[in-house]
Structures are given as C-alpha cells and as structure tokens.
C-alpha cells in the first residue's frame, strides 16, 4: 500500500511551506506536538496506533517530478526556485512518538516532530490523518476486547470501511486493539495478522438444498468447516442441517468448526442452537455470531446468557459509528527566533482545554509500588527525569485542587526516539509484540480506568515548570485591557 505521499497533505502547508521560504525563516527550527483533547467513545483510555505508516510516509517522503510539474500548475504561482528545492526534499528532521499498542490520554504529546519548520509543517496532514484513524479503530478494538476478554473476536469490516486503506490499516489497528484475525485478505498478506472466513448466504442460495450446499462445502474443506445456518430457518433447517453435515464429517475422523449464525436473537438462538449441538453429541461445535454487533450488543448478548463463542464485527467497528474520528491536533510548541533561541509558543483560546501547552515535553508513565499507573507526567527534557526516591508533585491544571505527592515509584519513558535528524532510528516490532505491549499496558491499569461506561478519569500532570511557563505565557499574551 505504499504510495507517493508527498501531496497528501493540505493545501495550506505548502502555502506557509512557500511563505516561510520567500520570507526566509524555511529553515528556522521549529517543534510541534500531536495529541488529542478528549477520548473516544466516552472510553477510559486510547490506544495508539499508525506509528508504521508515518515510518513507512516519512522514510518515502519526496516530491517527483510529475508532483512539481502540478504544484508548478497552482494559481499561487509557487516560485521555481521553491519548487526546486522541493524536487530536493527529504526529511531530516527528528521525531518521537509513543508506542503503538500504548494507552494514551488526553492533552498528552503522543508524536513530536522537530526539525526546521518547513518540513514540520508539511507532514502534520498525513501524521493526523494516519495517528487519528488508526488509534481511533485501535480504541473501538480495545473497548469491544474488554467486553469479550476470553473470545474470539474477528473483525469482518471491509466492505462498509471508508475505502481500501481503512479497511487494511483498519484491520491492522483492530489487530493491536485485541482482535484475534481479519477477514482481509490484503491485510493478512501485508502485516501477517492470521485471517479466518466462514461462507455467506449465497453459497448455500447457489445449491438446491441448504443441506447439499453444507456437505458440499465441508467435502472440500473438511478441517475448516463453519457453516452459515440462517438462510432459511435457523433452527428448523440450518441447525438440523449442519448437525447431519457434522454427523457425516465425524464418521470421516473429521470434526467440524462451527456454525455461524448471523439474524434473529442472537442469544436465543445460540441457546438453542448449542442445546441442540450438545444433544446431538457435538459438544466441540462452536457458534459464531455476526450482525451489526458491537461492544454494546456483545455485552448485553452475554448478560442474557448467549452461548456464542466468536465474534464477527465488521461495520461498527471500522467505521468507528459511534464517534467517526479522533479529533487530534498538531501544535506549535515552541520556535527559533531571529537570534537562534528556542522560543515556547502557545496557542489562546476562550476554551480553556484548547489552549496550548508551550514548550518541547517528555511524557513519563509513574508507576506505584504496587505496578499500577498512579497518572502520566508531563516534564521538559530539560528537566531532571523523575526518578523514584525524588519526591514528584502531580497536578493537574484543569483540577490544581487535586494534589498528589509520591516518592516510590517508576517512571516510564513513553516517548521513543523513531527518527533521528533525518534517520530512522527504531525498528518496529513485529504485531504480535505490539499486541503483546498492549496487553502489558492494560496491565498497569485498575480496572477501573478500563470500564466501557464512566470510567474512572486518568490524570495527565505537569510538571511545575511547565505548569508555571504555560501561566507565564499566558499572562504575557492575556494583558488586561486598561479602561
Ligand atoms: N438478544 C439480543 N439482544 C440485543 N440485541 C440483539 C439480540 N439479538 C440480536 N441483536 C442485535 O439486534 C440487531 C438486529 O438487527 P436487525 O433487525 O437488522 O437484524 P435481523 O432482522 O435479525 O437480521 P437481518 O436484517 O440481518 O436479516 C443487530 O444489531 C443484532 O446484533
Ligand atoms: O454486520 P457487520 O458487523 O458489518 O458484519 C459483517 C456482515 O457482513 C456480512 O453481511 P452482508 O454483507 O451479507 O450483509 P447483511 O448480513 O447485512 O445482509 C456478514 O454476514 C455480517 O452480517
Ligand atoms: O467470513 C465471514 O463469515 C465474513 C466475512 C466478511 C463479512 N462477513 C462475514
């Protein structure tokens, strides 16, 4: 799925891009952080994901002749001098960024680009655009696992996803939020997430009998067998049927999958349905549910006692229905100026949690003795690195009546190193350690943060010096008008 991608990026980007080079700050050394204000679903936490893909767009990044030939076409009659230089371009700046398969959290930096602010500016379209999709579908993942912890879940989403690239980066984020396989063929080739496929209602409509289309598919298949029993009848035909079609396969040494039930009350018929699997002497046949499911309609089928053994969710998870996009951002934080100092910049707002942090942070994860997260701390690099045994203030800006001080702990490093003025520095793990990461991540968290409804609030902290810059800052650019 690699592409040109030095275009994907909004229109106003090359146009500052151009303005800062015609002006003459282009090379000017700028810092911006990516992080999102509120999370999705009403969920306790997200999950990052996308960090292959902004690899994958940053170590691609140029411009080709044919993409300079159409900037060279644009009414703002970009210079060719401009032009020229970005037939040259490649990043080399350096970035951070959280692991994929972290929980994240609000108001927390979860990628930082440094570099000179023309390349900074370029590539904040396309590091939004794959951070927001991905760790939105990672999230949904994550939320319909905690519902299911012990299940199988297969995400069976493409054919409603937004295109192609949702439907195969998507399957991947549901991969690291917990699922177990895709139905996506390109997917499973392009990352190795194991794929699964049952059949659908017209391979049995394609047959004279619901029963022949079963023998049938189980002659050719006879390891993989799940049959779809709703054509017609769930539990007057198709359970029947597939009961004689796994009798036949028994008396072969043959043992079938599953059924798969996809319409109707889904708990009442995977009671019946594994009454009459059980009567029958087919204890090992499992049930496969699908149909517009998602964490709700899993938790309250299992409430009502459903005996379904797998998940099949597709629409609600990769399109995300509920909340369709993370609304991350991409802030300036901090400048060289005239006299080549680093400047913190903040952005107002009447909003209160839009206005900015200013300056370059580091994000640490405090871990108590009792190897839970007790809440993230933000801190400058320049800084002394919280270490257990250094007394640490958290507070929190939004609730600064809401103190903590703790002095044993563990201070993870959340922020890694990917690129490095220009060169890829980390290697990305493989998914299964990815996946791996996030289960341990869920780990530190009390279950209480990781509730699908009102979950407990994980607190973001400051550090008091950023605490106090951001006042600072604020007071500088908030003067109270004289009347
Ligand atoms: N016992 C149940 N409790 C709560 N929700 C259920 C239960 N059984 C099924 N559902 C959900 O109710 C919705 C039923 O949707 P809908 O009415 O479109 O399906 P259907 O008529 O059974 O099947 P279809 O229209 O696909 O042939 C689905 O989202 C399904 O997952
Ligand atoms: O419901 P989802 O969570 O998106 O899961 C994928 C759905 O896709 C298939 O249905 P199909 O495309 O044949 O449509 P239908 O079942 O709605 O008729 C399958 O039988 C599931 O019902
Ligand atoms: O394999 C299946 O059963 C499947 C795959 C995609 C969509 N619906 C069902």
């Known amino acids: 799925m690699r592409r040109e991608l030095a275009l994907h990026t909004d229109k106003y980007q090359i146009n500052m891009m151009y303005a800062h080079w015609v002006n003459g700050t282009h090379k000017r050394k700028a810092v911006f952080e990516a992080y999102f204000r509120k999370l999705p679903f009403g969920n306790g936490f997200a999950v ?3 960090l292959e893909r902004i690899i994958g767009y940053i170590g691609s990044l140029r411009f080709s002749e044919d993409d300079i030939r159409y900037l060279s076409e644009q009414e703002e009659n970009y210079a060719p001098a401009f032009l020229e ?4 371009f490649h990043f080399q700046g350096t970035i951070h960024s959280m692991k994929e398969g972290a929980l994240v959290f609000p108001d927390e930096p979860l990628i930082r680009v440094e570099g000179t602010i023309m390349e900074a500016q370029l590539v904040e379209t396309a590091i939004l655009n794959f951070m927001n999709y991905q760790t939105l579908i ?3 993942a994550s939320r319909i696992k905690q519902v299911a912890p012990n299940d199988i879940l297969l995400e069976f989403g493409t054919r409603r996803a937004q295109e192609a690239d949702a439907a195969v980066w998507g ?12 139905s996506n063929m390109l997917a499973g080739k392009l990352f190795g997430i194991p794929t699964k496929g049952t059949h659908a209602h017209s391979w049995v409509q394609s ?9 049938a598919y189980a002659k050719v298949m006879p390891d993989l067998v799940t049959l779809l029993v709703d054509t017609f009848d769930t539990l007057r035909s198709g359970v029947p049927n597939a009961i004689i079609t796994a009798k036949k396969l028994e008396a072969q040494g043959k043992r079938m999958n599953a059924i798969r039930l996809d319409s109707g009350d889904l708990a009442y018929l995977s009671r019946q349905a594994r009454k009459m699997l059980d009567e029958a002497g087919l204890p090992y046949v499992k049930i496969v549910a699908s149909n517009d499911l998602d964490e709700n309609t899993i938790m309250d089928l299992k409430l009502q006692g459903a005996a379904i053994d797998t998940w099949g969710v597709g629409t609600q998870l990769i399109t995300a229905s509920d909340q369709p996009s993370l609304g991350g951002v991409y802030k300036l934080v901090e400048i060289e100026s005239a006299s080549g100092e680093m400047v913190p910049t903040i952005k107002i707002s009447s909003n209160p949690e839009k206005v900015s942090t200013p300056g370059k942070k580091d994000v640490f994860r405090i871990i108590g003795t009792n190897g839970k997260a007790l809440a993230d701390y933000i801190s400058f690099p320049e800084e002394a690195a919280p270490r257990s045994g250094a007394k640490l203030k958290l507070f929190n800006p939004l609730h600064p009546y809401m103190q903590k001080r703790v002095d ?3 201070a993870l490093s959340m922020l890694e190193p990917i690129y490095v003025n220009g060169f890829q520095v980390y290697s990305l793990p493989d998914l299964s350690e990815i996946r791996r990461y996030h289960k341990e991540q869920l780990d530190l968290f009390w ?7 009102n979950p407990e609030v994980y607190r973001v902290n400051l550090s008091q010096q950023v605490w106090s810059r951001k006042q600072q ?3 500088q650019h908030m003067e109270p008008d004289i009347e």
Do not use: H
């Open 48 to 50: 990052f994901a996308g």
């Open 85 to 88: 230089e970005l037939l040259q």
């Open 138 to 140: 990672a999230t949904k």
């Open 171 to 182: 399957a991947r984020a549901t991969y690291i939020g917990g699922f177990d396989a895709t």
């Open 207 to 215: 047959f004279n009998s619901e029963l022949e289309a079963f023998d």
């Open 408 to 410: 044993r702990y563990e």
């Open 447 to 453: 279950p209480e943060y990781l509730r699908k409804l």
């Open 473 to 475: 800052l604020l007071a």
